[in-house]
């Protein structure tokens, strides 16, 4: 919803999330390395400017890329277009993977480092196909309704076979590379893209079936990129000498001295380059808008205006990145290396995967989506917290291989092993979004300080090769929270966590046993002498019969009023013995010589009014008479004093 209220509550929850990152950063700047950084100005303006791009990109998101990528899907999934769907799948995910900068930066240094061996153009285009790829399997999934754990699994087991013939050169970058093709844009069109199609196709479950394409564009790089490393280090020879990395103290020492000034030329060429960014999305979505669908865009008007606070945001989001985080994070990473105490580095690692995940923007996207989608069944914040934990967790498992030494495939295939173990165990809704988390972590806050955090401990430790050891920890930070997030599904249903409809439905169903119930109680509706108002009981009544002479008639209610009897019915009775049956006709004209007098009173008063009228009238002596009781149900009209009840 576009109003200025909506972006105020973005605007909170954004510096809500920023909090972690500024109290890790403070704690170990303070605390460990006790010095003040000289630009905290910068960090601090830089900071504020992160929260306020995040809420717009947020904001956008809702009002702009969200309604569009989901009416599309509905559009093509309601004149059954699947060859048409999955053609715009692809070139969804292959536009918006070839452009992706974060990509273009990694092809190059793989081609510098690999002696020319990997083409840079040649490894995005890889890349980008590869995440086409996973698109349209992903679509075609959906539209089957196949379940997602048996692609997933068989994924993995791709990947674990491709390890096993891939040179050791290539298999941390291939890992990597399966984080960094979801990027911050690219991630909520992939999700709006999936639900669209789940919650338009008949029998899908947009829950079940809506998530998931964003597992499939982070696994299927790692597959592609290694057999395309196994072709090029087996068949293609060096043809240039590795350029050497510079020391991470260098890269720090040219930070330091040339930090980044807010100026309006770099505001004006970041702003460019987020365009080129949206550009490709854009040309997409307009070409199967307008020529495929010939349809116009609804709201169209929101619609260019959330994409607007999409670019905006981004580009305010990166700007108060480089002003406030990068430049900070390099630097600690360099400096905990110096320090003869790993536990302080395994600690940065987990803390700052944890806070940079809490403020990662297509997490906070994905999450929000999710308890829309799961009917409140999943809690957004919740949710983003066990996919902090685990980043955080394997962010410091990565740090720890670094450090120690070791091979990446021994951790990588563990953690598939509890994926897949718990895959078996979770929850059926939630293990599509816990295959997707792995993928939104690595996005544009996250990645940057994590690669960091890798090549300067790889570069600073001795016995490390930046090249092997430095990737890898991108890998960690995907894998982790698929784990996390599935226990906290077995959590959520181990404690009965229930959506909003499903409590709403469980409310209407005691409301209905609790109606049923009052409709089969025998209550009894009580009128009140002088009023016109009536009330309903769940109260035990019987009737008490008194039969005797009619000349004892007053004397057995003198009794009976004496005991608490408020009102009785006096009927006329007859009393004979069976052997003058045959007399019935005579004796029924004859003058009555009973009475039956029958009291309506609580149940509770039966015997109090039997035992009066029994002293009293001296029926089981020498008296005549008979009475008894018996209980009574439905009973309408009755009417008693104010005092009575």
Do not use: C
Not at 52 to 66: N, Q, S, T
Not at 109 to 119: L, M, N, V
């Amino acid at each position: 919803m576009l109003s200025f209220r909506t972006f105020l509550q973005l605007l909170k929850e954004s510096f809500r999330d920023l909090l972690p990152i500024v109290l890790v950063i403070m704690f170990f700047q303070l605390a460990i390395i006790q010095s003040v950084p000289e630009n905290w100005l910068s960090t601090a303006i830089g900071l504020a400017i992160v929260g306020v791009g995040l809420a717009l990109f947020l904001l956008g998101l809702e009002v702009g890329i969200f309604p569009v990528g989901e009416g599309l899907a509905s559009e093509f999934a309601r004149k059954g277009s699947t060859a048409w769907i999955i053609i715009f799948g692809f070139m969804i995910g292959f536009g918006t993977t070839v452009a992706e900068p974060a990509l273009i930066v990694i092809a190059q240094k793989a081609e510098s480092i690999s002696a020319g061996r990997i083409d840079a153009t040649t490894l995005r285009m890889v890349v980008a196909f590869s995440v086409g790829f996973a698109i349209v399997l992903g679509v075609w999934r959906i539209i089957k309704g196949h379940p997602i754990h048996y692609y997933i699994i068989s994924g993995y087991i791709l990947v674990v076979a491709a390890t096993a013939f891939s040179p050791s050169e290539i298999v941390g970058l291939a890992y990597d590379l399966g984080g960094v093709t979801t990027s911050t844009v690219t991630v909520p069109l992939v999700a709006a893209l999936g639900i669209g199609l789940a919650s338009t196709i008949k029998g899908r479950d947009p829950i079940l079936d809506g998530f998931g394409l964003i597992a499939f564009a982070s696994l299927t790089p790692m597959i592609f990129v290694q057999f395309y490393g196994i072709i090029v280090y087996n068949f293609v020879e060096p043809v240039t000498l590795p350029l050497p990395l510079a020391p991470l103290s260098e890269a720090v020492a040219v930070n330091n001295a040339n930090h980044f000034d807010l100026n309006i030329i770099d505001i004006l060429q970041g702003l460019f380059g987020v365009v080129l960014d949206v550009i490709p999305i854009l040309a997409v979505i307009l070409f199967f808008q307008y020529i495929i669908l010939k349809k116009p865009i609804k709201n169209l008007k929101h619609v260019i205006i959330g994409f607007g606070l999409v670019i905006i945001g981004l580009d305010a989001f990166i700007i108060g990145l480089e002003m406030g985080l990068f430049s900070v994070g390099e630097t600690m990473a360099f400096e905990l290396t110096q320090y003869d105490n790993n536990i302080i580095i395994y600690s940065f690692g987990f803390l700052i995967g944890f806070s940079t995940t809490m403020a990662e923007p297509s997490l906070t996207a994905i999450a929000k989506k999710a308890k829309e989608i799961s009917d409140g069944k999943i809690n957004d914040f919740i949710l983003r917290l066990f996919v902090a934990l685990g980043v955080a967790i394997g962010i410091s498992l990565g740090v720890y291989r670094i450090v120690v030494g070791g091979e990446i495939v021994y951790y990588i295939m563990a953690g598939y092993l509890f994926v897949i173990v718990l895959t078996f165990l979770a929850p059926k809704y939630i293990i599509p979004i816990a295959y997707d988390s792995g993928g939104v972590t690595t996005s544009t806050v996250t990645v940057p300080l994590v690669a960091a955090l890798g090549l300067g401990l790889a570069t600073n430790i001795p016995g490390r090769n930046p090249l092997i050891d430095g990737f890898g920890l991108i890998a960690f930070a995907s894998l982790f929270p698929m784990i996390t997030v599935m226990l906290y599904g077995l959590i959520t249903e181990k404690i009965g966590v229930k959506g909003e409809h499903e409590k709403e439905q469980i409310h209407i169903d005691e409301i209905r046993h609790a109606l049923e119930d009052v409709h089969n109680m025998e209550l009894a509706t009580i009128k009140l002498q002088d009023s016109d108002k009536s009330h309903s009981y769940d109260m035990a009544f019987s009737a008490v019969h008194v039969i005797v002479p009619k000349e004892k008639t007053k004397e057995a209610l003198l009794a009976a009023r004496e005991a608490g009897a408020r009102g009785v019915t006096i009927m006329e009775a007859h009393g004979m013995g069976l052997e003058q049956v045959e007399h019935l006709y005579n004796r029924l004209h004859d003058d009555t010589t009973d009475a039956n007098l029958m009291f309506i009173i609580k149940t509770k008063d039966v015997d109090k009014i039997i035992r009066s009228i029994l002293d009293r009238l001296d029926i089981t002596g020498k008296g005549s008479g008979l009475t008894f009781a018996y209980p009574v149900t439905h009973i309408k009209g009755l009417r008693l004093k104010t005092d009575d009840l």
